[in-house]
């Protein structure tokens, strides 16, 4: 089992900045591929980047695509979003998410292990 803690979010003005951390306890953490998700306010949930467990290959949603970069580093068991040129649109909550043994996936359903968030907003 893992615990995972989102970190980094806050109020950015638009055209900025932020990177998001999500750190991991217990065992093994590299047997996870994991995920970025969000969530804005009277929207459902949707996947934004995936990594997979060696940190090898990505995948991002066409909406953050050459502006978020996802990454880890299995030795601090932290996941990482690297998130650029934002806009009011990204506003949201963020959460990471991890999936045991699995491949890499933008599917929610397929992730057991989820972050409490992190509040990301972006004003224009």
């Known amino acids: 089992q893992v615990q995972l803690v989102e970190s980094g979010g806050g109020l950015v003005q638009a055209g900025g900045s932020l990177r998001l951390s999500c750190a991991a306890s217990?065992?093994?953490?590299?047997?996870?591929?994991l995920g970025w998700f969000r969530q804005a306010p009277g929207k459902e949930r949707e996947f934004v980047a995936s990594?997979?467990?060696?940190?090898?290959?990505?995948d991002y949603a066409d909406s953050v695509k050459g502006r978020f970069t996802i990454s880890r580093d299995n030795a601090k068991k932290t996941l990482y979003l690297q998130m650029d040129s934002l806009n009011a649109d990204d506003t949201a909550v963020y959460s990471c998410?991890?999936?045991?043994?699995?491949?890499?996936?933008?599917?929610?359903?397929?992730?057991?292990?989820w972050g409490q968030g992190t509040q990301v907003t972006v004003s224009s």
């Open positions: 990594i997979t467990r060696r940190g090898d290959n990505t």
């Open positions: 217990g065992r093994t953490f590299s047997a996870y591929s």
């Open positions: 998410a991890a999936r045991l043994l699995g491949t890499m996936s933008s599917n929610e359903y397929q992730y057991s292990y």
